[in-house]
């Protein structure tokens, strides 16, 4: 297929307003007679709510509104995933320190705030529970009334037993991994106006707008062509902006309906920190049995995730967590248990990755330690336990699309000289030096989109005008992953418009239909196809113009460069005179998009079954620096393949692993968020550590193409599996160098001087 | 969100001298990088008057005194990092103002803010201390001058009195031939608060170490001088296996001073390391 802009290197088409500071984030919004907005929240991370005192609050001057949880028109339990159980201001218990008890509205923010200072709360204080597997005990508080488990999945493949009995050595190892927090640069904010229907519009930086709009109507008791959301430019999300915007868009909605005016909150960092949802920590007991040339015999797995003060995505961050436990390797006898539990910390749901960065570190690293258990290369080890394409999964899923791992674990080690450095930095070990250098690999498969999660679908419509321009309405956002970019450039591929031609609209959810969350990395599968599907209807109705301008052709109408030509008797016509003449034969030259994506099916009470329609394929290779001394780690380059069926936007690709390599590096060695007692302790980045440009290393690319029939030119995805490398990759260097296994993240000072820990 | 706060600009040392004495409570305000995330903690009805001090030019200087190099305290950790007098004569001073941060935070900082802040991870304080810097404080009723290691006596608690303004810090010049190294370890590259952090200067003559000063922050519970360290240290030819053994001195030192802390199971070798490590440096990188 000729690519006119499919497949080539294009500028965001959204970055000069946010490079200028043109773009208008929430917080930039100031309406007319706007007030400010300011949530309480509790002293306690768990206690019952004996009662709360708003007469003297109400009393300030500038006050114009105190709301508690009796001033919800409609429910107060909300969740994104299955279990609806986190209220929108707290009723009975609070569960975490992010809980609200009360929402004020005042004139002023410092207003807002001194009124909060004089809300009083008595309080029944409960013990706190930290730990997942603690929280399962028997004997243990119980955090809702259900109790401590919020969801249960397992994967049983083949006999375990049999599996094991005929191992040659079968290695243990337990993991730990930290909360991390997903650092965007803009926190939460969100207005909301009150409408004349009686309905209410928000603006605001929500991730998944048509979600906020469903949990509204329900918390403020509105049909859901009453309540409007508008997504602002997005300062970053990475999975984050969905149940603490959701909340958030029900807090201001509150405000603005009770008082009349329209309301702003915009969270401080520290607010933001103690009231948003953050990655899983994960416990994980890993036991592989191997043959003594390699071959994997059996893989038995348990892991514990720790779910926090409420469901969120847990059920499904797991789910994706038990399908990919045992990584992209062929074993015959599988046996897998995850169980989330609710704790008192900050609640967990979605971030970049959503349940495989956790596991990647514990099958990749284990990969390795098994590798020099056997005495044999981490190379070679998994070059003979990779899964090919024919292969059947875990869940006994047959891979009958190209299977790429080959590929991209051969272009990272070609680039980085990854098998002879790893000999030589392991025969490097025993001689005398404080700086020892380690390299390290580290692959994975991942199913793309929701898979069995969910109805998985796409819609859009199309608009070519008069003169010869486009707009795109979607529901599919763009959060900085460039998602209106590829957009622009199907619609650009098959209309043959220039991308200056091309608007893709903000989204509303009164405009656009719902496509389903923007997560999972699935915008460029699911919106391309949409508006493939769009714009070839467009294009037919074009071609049916030509004929009558430029004449008939056999072999197609060539679309390019705001042109159509007929190839066989080289005439032309601008798509601006096509589109003109379309419309005098009364040929639309709009359409909707559709796109159902392939079923898929899952088997709960086995774990087996048709997961994810496809995967893609991806392999990091990191070399660092660990000082013997101090435990200092310097990554000093990071090697990164990755098979993306058909990059759309190479430079939004490499932008993508840049990123996600970042943010590993993150998880591996940095970062960390910690409480005391169930009080977060690191709400600001002077604390929260993340990495800063002197700690990112240079970063190489090998994108691989091969492209899959689901995907609009052939194009999977990106976004996630970048994001579940480095952090194993870099264990393993740190292996490589030091001869010493670590088993928990981050590898910090201490970990990897001390091999565990310190606890204040 | 910041408390009320009352803000007053002196442009002279007079008037804020009459400022300081007129208002007890008052805050200085220099570069605000510690500050103003501090003010952001109070509540927000509270009252706190501060005196911003950074258009006060009389305390923006650095000047050859002869025997000594003076110092305003509003010099930003980028102008000294830069400095031409402070690379020739202190260069571990630059080093250590340059590991400071982030080029914002480096741009904003004064020395002067540094050392009155009191953090017992501060990046200048070893180096001023290694060096025996003085302070000068002035009120109303006149000035004295102190040891920077007398001035800082607790974390976060200093020697100034509320009506006092720092207004010169003073640094004597060594002999030439001294060895200068300053070494901080952080958790990252940059914007890193220092875990440990120390300064050595060392004079070695005729194979000998004549003179050797050896301060360390976040070690202590201020930024201190290791006597027993350096003493071990006078007369003896410089070699790894005697700077491994002071290493260990200084942790010892350490434990015995600070006590047994959560934290002393990963400090301990590594401060014995950076201890070893900065006096290898210092050797290397003598100006003769």
């Given amino acids: 297929m000729s690519a006119w802009a499919v497949g080539k290197r294009t500028p965001r088409i959204d970055s000069i307003g946010k490079v200028t500071g043109k773009a208008i984030y929430a917080d930039d919004i100031k309406l007319p007679g706007m007030l400010y907005g300011k949530v309480v929240r509790t002293k306690y991370p768990h206690a019952k709510i004996l009662n709360i005192d708003i007469s003297e609050a109400k009393r300030v001057k500038g006050v114009e509104a105190v709301l508690t949880a009796k001033d919800i028109p409609g429910v107060n339990r909300v969740g994104v995933a299955i279990t609806k159980d986190q209220p929108i201001i707290a009723d009975d218990k609070v569960r975490y320190m992010g809980d609200a008890l009360a929402i004020i509205a005042a004139h002023d923010l410092r207003t807002a705030q001194f009124a909060a200072s004089l809300i009083k709360v008595e309080y029944e204080v409960l013990p706190v529970i930290e730990d997942p597997e603690e929280a399962l005990f028997e004997a243990s508080v119980k955090i809702h009334d259900k109790g401590n488990l919020i969801c249960h999945h397992k994967v049983r493949k083949g006999n375990i037993d049999a599996g094991f009995s005929e191992a040659d050595i079968i290695v243990e190892r337990k993991f730990e991994t930290q909360m991390v927090e997903h650092s965007y640069i803009e926190p939460e904010s969100?207005?909301?106006?009150?409408?004349?229907?009686?309905?209410?519009?928000?603006?605001?930086?929500?991730?998944?707008?048509?979600?906020?709009?469903?949990?509204?109507?329900?918390?403020?008791?509105?049909?859901?062509?009453?309540?409007?959301?508008?997504?602002?430019?997005?300062?970053?999300?990475?999975?984050?902006?969905?149940?603490?915007?959701?909340?958030?868009?029900?807090?201001?909605?509150?405000?603005?309906?009770?008082?009349?005016?329209?309301?702003?909150?915009?969270?401080?960092?520290?607010?933001?920190?103690?009231?948003?949802?953050?990655?899983?920590?994960?416990?994980?007991?890993?036991?592989?049995?191997?043959?003594?040339?390699?071959?994997?015999?059996?893989?038995?797995?348990?892991?514990?995730?720790?779910?926090?003060?409420?469901?969120?995505?847990?059920?499904?961050?797991?789910?994706?967590?038990?399908?990919?436990?045992?990584?992209?390797?062929?074993?015959?006898?599988?046996?897998?248990?995850?169980?989330?539990?609710?704790?008192?910390?900050?609640?967990?749901?979605?971030?970049?990755?959503?349940?495989?960065?956790?596991?990647?570190?514990?099958?990749?690293?284990?990969?390795?330690?098994?590798?020099?258990?056997?005495?044999?290369?981490?190379?070679?080890?998994?070059?003979?336990?990779?899964?090919?394409?024919?292969?059947?999964?875990?869940?006994?899923?047959?891979?009958?699309?190209?299977?790429?791992?080959?590929?991209?674990?051969?272009?990272?080690?070609?680039?980085?000289?990854?098998?002879?450095?790893?000999?030589?930095?392991?025969?490097?070990?025993?001689?005398?030096?404080?700086?020892?250098?380690?390299?390290?690999?580290?692959?994975?498969?991942?199913?793309?989109?929701?898979?069995?999660?969910?109805?998985?679908?796409?819609?859009?419509?199309?608009?070519?005008?008069?003169?010869?321009?486009?707009?795109?309405?979607?529901?599919?956002?763009?959060?900085?992953?460039?998602?209106?970019?590829?957009?622009?450039?199907?619609?650009?591929?098959?209309?043959?418009l220039t991308l200056d031609r091309i608007s893709v609209l903000d989204i509303n959810t009164s405009r656009a239909p719902d496509s389903g969350p923007t997560v999972a990395s699935r915008g460029t599968l699911i919106s391309g196809n949409a508006i493939t599907n769009a714009a070839q209807k467009i294009r037919r109705n074009l071609e049916l113009a030509c004929e009558q301008l430029i004449g008939k052709t056999s072999s197609g109408f060539i679309f390019e460069n705001n042109m159509i030509i007929n190839p066989e008797n080289g005439r032309a016509v601008s798509i601006k005179d096509a589109a003109a003449k379309a419309i005098k034969m009364r040929l639309p030259i709009h359409a909707e998009g559709f796109y159902p994506a392939p079923q898929t099916s899952w088997d709960e009470a086995t774990g087996q079954g048709l997961a994810y329609f496809t995967y893609v394929y991806g392999a990091n290779v990191a070399e660092v620096e660990v000082d013997m001394e101090t435990g200092k780690v310097n990554v000093l380059k990071v090697w990164a393949s990755h098979e993306v069926g058909k990059a759309v936007n190479p430079e939004g690709v490499e932008g993508q692993i840049y990123g996600g390599i970042a943010m590993g590096l993150g998880l591996g060695i940095l970062e960390e968020f910690e409480f005391k007692n169930g009080v977060p302790q690191t709400t600001n980045f002077d604390e929260y550590l993340i990495p800063t440009s002197m700690d990112i290393p240079e970063i190489e690319c090998r994108i691989v193409e091969n492209p899959d029939p689901i995907g609009p030119f052939g194009a999977k995805s990106i976004g996630e599996p970048t994001n579940e490398l480095a952090a194993p990759a870099i264990l393993n260097a740190i292996f490589n160098a030091t001869g010493k296994r670590i088993s928990e993240t981050p590898a910090n000072l201490e970990v990897v001087l001390l091999g565990h820990k310190l606890k204040r | 969100m910041l408390p009320e706060i009352q803000y007053l600009s002196p442009t002279t040392v007079d008037e804020a001298l009459n400022m300081l004495y007129e208002n007890k409570n008052a805050r200085i305000l220099a570069g605000g990088t510690d500050l103003l995330i501090e003010l952001k903690k109070l509540p927000i009805n509270e009252n706190v008057t501060l005196i911003d001090i950074s258009k006060i030019n009389e305390l923006k200087y650095i000047e050859d005194e002869g025997d000594f190099i003076s110092i305003g305290p509003l010099i930003t950790h980028q102008e000294l990092s830069r400095n031409e007098f402070?690379?020739?004569?202190?260069?571990?001073?630059?080093?250590?103002?340059?590991?400071?941060?982030s080029p914002q935070i480096r741009s904003r900082g004064t020395i002067g803010g540094n050392i009155c802040n009191g953090s017992p991870a501060a990046d200048t304080p070893p180096v001023l201390v290694a060096l025996d810097a003085t302070v000068t404080l002035k009120n109303k009723d006149g000035e004295r001058e102190l040891l920077v290691s007398d001035f800082i006596i607790a974390p976060y608690k200093t020697e100034r009195k509320p009506s006092e303004l720092l207004t010169k810090i003073r640094l004597r010049k060594l002999i030439p031939g001294y060895g200068f190294s300053f070494i901080k370890l952080g958790r990252r590259n940059a914007l890193a608060i220092s875990r440990m952090n120390i300064a050595v200067a060392m004079l070695v003559k005729e194979g000998v170490i004549e003179d050797v000063r050896i301060a360390c922050g976040s070690v202590f519970p201020t930024t201190m001088r290791v006597p027993a360290a350096e003493n071990f240290l006078a007369g003896k030819k410089p070699s790894i296996e005697l700077f491994k053994d002071v290493g260990e001195i200084v942790s010892n030192e350490m434990v015995r001073i600070s006590g047994y802390r959560w934290s002393t199971p990963y400090k301990k070798p590594v401060i014995s390391a950076m201890v070893k490590n900065s006096l290898v440096e210092a050797v290397g990188r003598r100006v003769i």
């Fill in chain 2, 86 to 101: 402070i690379k020739k004569w202190f260069p571990f001073l630059s080093t250590a103002c340059s590991s400071i941060g």
């Fill in chain 1, 190 to 496: 969100a207005i909301a106006e009150p409408l004349d229907d009686g309905g209410v519009r928000v603006f605001g930086c929500m991730q998944n707008i048509y979600t906020s709009r469903r949990i509204l109507a329900q918390v403020l008791n509105l049909p859901m062509n009453k309540v409007v959301c508008v997504q602002t430019t997005m300062g970053g999300s990475f999975g984050g902006k969905d149940d603490a915007m959701n909340i958030l868009a029900c807090r201001v909605a509150l405000l603005a309906l009770a008082t009349g005016k329209p309301v702003k909150i915009t969270y401080t960092r520290d607010e933001s920190m103690i009231d948003s949802y953050k990655r899983h920590p994960y416990k994980m007991y890993y036991r592989v049995g191997l043959k003594n040339d390699g071959t994997i015999t059996a893989a038995e797995i348990k892991i514990y995730a720790n779910g926090g003060a409420y469901a969120s995505m847990s059920e499904f961050v797991t789910w994706r967590s038990v399908v990919h436990a045992t990584g992209p390797y062929r074993i015959p006898n599988v046996s897998t248990d995850i169980y989330a539990a609710y704790t008192n910390l900050n609640y967990t749901g979605a971030m970049r990755g959503f349940g495989s960065p956790q596991i990647a570190l514990a099958y990749e690293t284990l990969m390795d330690e098994c590798a020099e258990k056997l005495g044999i290369h981490p190379y070679e080890i998994r070059k003979k336990n990779l899964l090919r394409t024919g292969d059947t999964t875990a869940t006994g899923q047959v891979l009958d699309g190209k299977v790429s791992l080959n590929e991209v674990v051969d272009a990272v080690c070609e680039a980085s000289d990854f098998i002879n450095k790893y000999t030589e930095y392991k025969n490097n070990r025993a001689r005398p030096g404080i700086r020892k250098r380690g390299i390290g690999l580290a692959c994975s498969y991942r199913g793309v989109s929701l898979g069995a999660e969910g109805v998985d679908y796409g819609t859009c419509f199309l608009k070519l005008e008069e003169d010869g321009t486009l707009i795109i309405s979607i529901g599919i956002t763009d959060m900085g992953q460039g998602a209106r970019t590829v957009q622009a450039q199907f619609a650009a591929e098959i209309l043959g």
